[in-house]
């Protein structure tokens, strides 16, 4: 039996078409993938994220496991910040990629459903001889992203504090539609939006109030379809895609939130020596010239010879055209590289481009 | 519930037919679109194209998968649906209809009586779990 988010009436009444996803029932779509999508991306639209893990991490050790545990900086963090990063394993592979934002009691941990469990276990594990205490706050907190750029005109209507002062990766503690909860300016859609995190009692109530603010704006409930191709559109990394075990931070092009300068962390000696060597291969942005999609594990290819494998693809409605993301030999990796990829159709011209894809997102 | 119109035949892959004389009208289920959802593009096999009972003759790519599309039928390719080389989505529309694929002349008309009459699929689509 898949689990429930506070949200799941609410998603049932609107219409949600509902699949198993990391053990909850969660809507794959709406309208239609196309249609959410450019809802997101030229007005508004909302995710339920309950699905992800929340934890808690407090303790007067807090910030110094927290440091050992993850890459990037946490003793950096502003009140009410967020920082982007990932934890790895001693080996360098990826635990997991998650969000940390510092509150006044605590840090509060946000991870992949599908790791969640894991992600937990294996911060106990490392947690020890820490004065630390984890606490899972999933089911006790629901999380509603609020997308797009109109996303600030509909919450404005619903809370006394200006989110015009609220940077980019930054939050506040406040009350919205009449519920005291931590909102942030964060999300994985490109645009800029908002990520709110409400007692799971209230998360019903806020739905319905988030909906009745945006109607002039056409806010639009969105699944778990457009959530992929908006974050494929801007190179957002997936677990189980794009990141996992098997691959390091630095071929993954996420070496920017790996801080070698740290004294230490998990993982450090192994990912320095990557660094130090080079990576033999890295995830590249890969558009199709003419027709067709690239799909996960379809072979990348040059003159016959195999040089790595899709790892998310599909077709980008911002684009109209294939995409994908998959790792590629070095020497191959160059923007404006002419590649094949090996699909269902037969192989099709890809080149390698920038990242993202999508160049005229919103976020601030 | 998807749809399934009673005047139709069809397979166990989500191919529907519908007979004009000696030619053979192809689609996809209503069943089959909603599953991928988000059709982006069709592969149709060309015009003149011979085709054998349940070959993959051409592919379907939506947003978030690909499919092949199989041929319910052996014959001879004599029309594909022009509009969805700038409208695939019409498929999603109107799967029965404005949504056909090809057309075909039947080298055998018997086959289309051996494909599953709109209760058989109604049947197969609930053995699924659909």
Redesign the interface.
């Known amino acids: 039996m898949d689990a429930k988010t506070p949200f799941y009436e609410k998603i049932l009444q609107a219409g949600g078409r509902m699949v198993p996803f990391a053990g909850y029932s969660m809507p794959?779509?709406f309208e239609?993938?196309?249609p959410e999508h450019t809802k997101v991306r030229q007005s508004v639209g909302v995710f339920d994220v309950s699905h992800m893990g929340r934890v808690e991490v407090k303790g007067p050790q807090a910030l110094e496991f927290l440091e050992h545990l993850v890459t990037n900086h946490v003793s950096k963090l502003q009140m009410f910040q967020a920082v982007y990063t990932v934890m790895c394993y001693p080996e360098g592979g990826i635990v997991d990629d998650l969000l940390i934002y510092r509150l006044p009691e605590h840090y509060l941990v946000v991870v992949n459903a599908n790791n969640n469990a894991k992600d937990q276990a294996w911060m106990r594990e490392q947690a020890e001889g820490y004065d630390v205490e984890i606490i899972d706050r999933t089911a006790d907190i629901g999380q509603l992203a609020v997308q797009g750029p109109r996303a600030e005109d509909v919450l404005s209507k619903l809370t006394e504090t200006n989110l015009s002062e609220i940077g980019f990766y930054q939050g506040i503690q406040t009350e919205l539609a009449g519920v005291e909860m931590f909102i942030s300016r964060t999300g994985y859609t490109g645009e800029d939006g908002f990520e709110l995190y409400i007692p799971a009692a209230h998360a019903e109530a806020v739905w319905d109030k988030v909906f009745e603010a945006g109607k002039e704006e056409g806010i639009a409930p969105i699944g778990l379809?457009a959530r992929?191709?908006l974050r494929l559109e801007m190179k957002y990394a997936l677990y189980g895609n794009d990141i996992d075990k098997t691959t390091n931070p630095i071929e993954a092009g996420l070496s920017w939130v790996v801080k070698l300068d740290k004294p230490r962390f998990v993982g450090k000696e192994a990912l320095e020596k990557v660094k130090e060597k080079k990576p033999s291969r890295r995830l590249v942005c890969l558009e199709v010239k003419d027709?067709?999609?690239p799909?996960p594990h379809d072979l990348i290819m040059t003159e016959g010879e195999e040089l790595g494998h899709v790892t998310s693809g599909?077709?980008s409605?911002s684009l109209q055209k294939g995409i994908a993301l998959g790792y590629v030999r070095r020497g191959h990796t160059k923007s404006g590289t002419e590649l094949k990829i090996r699909?269902?159709?037969g192989e099709i011209p890809v080149e390698v481009v920038k990242p993202p894809f999508y160049k005229n997102a919103s976020h601030k | 519930m998807s749809e399934v119109p009673e005047d139709l035949r069809y397979t166990k892959t989500h191919e529907w037919v519908r007979t004009e004389g000696t030619k053979a009208v192809i689609g996809i289920t209503d069943f089959a679109q909603g599953e991928l959802s988000d059709i982006v593009m069709v592969e149709a096999p060309q015009v003149g194209r011979e085709i054998k009972k349940e070959e993959a003759m051409g592919v379907i790519e939506a947003v978030k998968a690909v499919s092949d599309l199989y041929s319910p039928i052996s014959g001879k390719v004599i029309e594909v649906n022009p509009k969805l080389g700038t409208n695939p989505e019409t498929i999603n529309q109107d799967p029965f209809g404005e949504g056909w694929i090809v057309k075909v002349e039947m080298a055998d008309p018997k086959e289309f009586e051996k494909l599953m009459d709109a209760s058989g699929y109604k049947e197969f689509l609930a053995a699924e779990g659909h």
């Open positions: 794959m779509q239609g993938i196309i379809g992929d191709t027709k067709g999609i799909r599909t077709f409605p699909t269902r159709r």
